[in-house]
């Protein structure tokens, strides 16, 4: 597996509450994404990252921001969640656009109560 | 932007067995298909990929085609074992131009059967 971790694996909050998931890669791979996985959908893209400070939106962003001071790191943030927000996250990493390949972290179990 | 549709959502085959799933994507811009292998509980796996100036990739027991006029590709593998059990997405994306991620199909749930 690539370097990647994502922190918590497992979160349980409450609605309303603010919630941030980190992805941390040892890889120094330039592009960084964050996704959620649902059941009858597949993985949606949430915000995706082409470099420090640079950011933009995926499919499903809504509710969420983001946030990369440093390569190795990317922040996912649910400024107020909602129980629509339960669901697995996944960050992924990849080195070139050029090559597409993508890395997949372990995941991020989150229930909004 | 980009959508892909993903045949069947699940598929039951005897070990031993061939199993197909196939994909369609509607952006004529798309280039680059990888299938990611997940696990129950696991990360989505990067299996095999193919780019639109190839027809057809191949590794050892898994194979990828893709038709670009029909916007069509399909993952096959071949003679079927039980850890090849899992659920199986097929993606698309346009690669060199930005960074805009994966677009997923909704994923097929292959069962082999003992």
């Known amino acids: 597996d690539a370097g990647i971790t994502q922190s918590p694996r497992h979160k349980v909050t409450e609605t309303g509450t603010p919630v941030t998931l980190r992805c941390h890669q040892t890889?120094?791979?330039?592009?960084m994404y964050w996704y959620r996985q649902d059941p009858g959908h597949g993985l949606r893209l949430i915000h995706y990252?082409?470099?420090?400070?640079?950011?933009d939106k995926g499919e499903v962003s809504d509710g969420y921001s983001v946030s990369r001071s440093k390569t190795e790191d990317f922040l996912l943030t649910l400024e107020s969640a909602t129980s629509s927000q339960t669901s697995v996250y996944f960050c992924?990493?990849?080195?070139?656009?050029?090559?597409?390949?993508?890395?997949f972290g372990p995941g991020t179990r989150l229930t909004v109560t | 932007g980009e959508n892909v549709e993903q045949h069947p959502s699940t598929l039951s085959v005897q070990e031993g067995d061939s199993a197909v799933i196939k994909c369609t994507y509607s952006d004529s811009a798309s280039n680059y298909f990888p299938w990611y292998k997940q696990e129950l509980g696991k990360r989505p796996q990067l299996i095999i990929d193919i780019r639109s100036n190839v027809g057809e990739k191949k590794d050892q027991r898994i194979a990828v085609t893709l038709n670009k006029t029909a916007k069509h590709f399909s993952l096959h593998i071949t003679e079927t074992q039980p850890e090849d059990s899992a659920v199986y997405f097929c993606a698309a994306s346009y690669s060199g131009g930005g960074a805009d991620g994966l677009t997923f199909g909704k994923g097929t749930h292959l069962i082999i059967q003992p």
């Open positions: 990252s082409y470099g420090v400070k640079d950011t």
């Open positions: 992924a990493i990849s080195a070139t656009v050029q090559e597409g390949e993508q890395y």
């Open positions: 890889e120094n791979h330039r592009y």
